[in-house]
Nanobody
């Protein structure tokens, strides 16, 4: 089992920045890739960014490329999602999840509770 806890959401004006954190725990948590998903009201859940367990590989959705940066210092440290140049359309509940295939959403089987990000215009 892997447990995930997110933090760092909030309300920000368009053009602003937020940093989300995801702490994973559990016996095998360090061997999983970590993804940040988001779900806006009335929309499907989207994989916004992901990072491999080693930190060597990353994935970004086209909608966040150049604005969001995912990072981790090592497999046992928090995973961060730095979000810059935020837009109202970035408003969503953001979830971190642990999975076995970096850019394959269906492979993510462990989920956090989510944190709300609201971007005002």
């Amino acid at each position: 089992q892997v447990q995930l806890v997110e933090s760092g959401g909030g309300l920000v004006q368009a053009g602003g920045s937020l940093r989300l954190s995801c702490v994973a725990s559990g016996r095998t948590s360090s061997t999983y890739h970590i993804g940040w998903f988001r779900q806006a009201p009335g929309k499907e859940r989207e994989l916004a960014a992901a990072i491999s367990w080693s930190g060597a590989s990353t994935y970004y959705a086209d909608s966040v490329k150049g604005r969001f940066t995912i990072s981790r210092d090592n497999a046992n440290n928090p995973v961060y999602l730095q979000m810059n140049s935020l837009k109202p359309e970035d408003t969503a509940v953001y979830f971190c999840a642990a999975g076995v295939r970096l850019a394959v959403p269906a492979s993510y089987n462990y989920w956090g509770q989510g944190t709300q990000v609201t971007v005002s215009s």
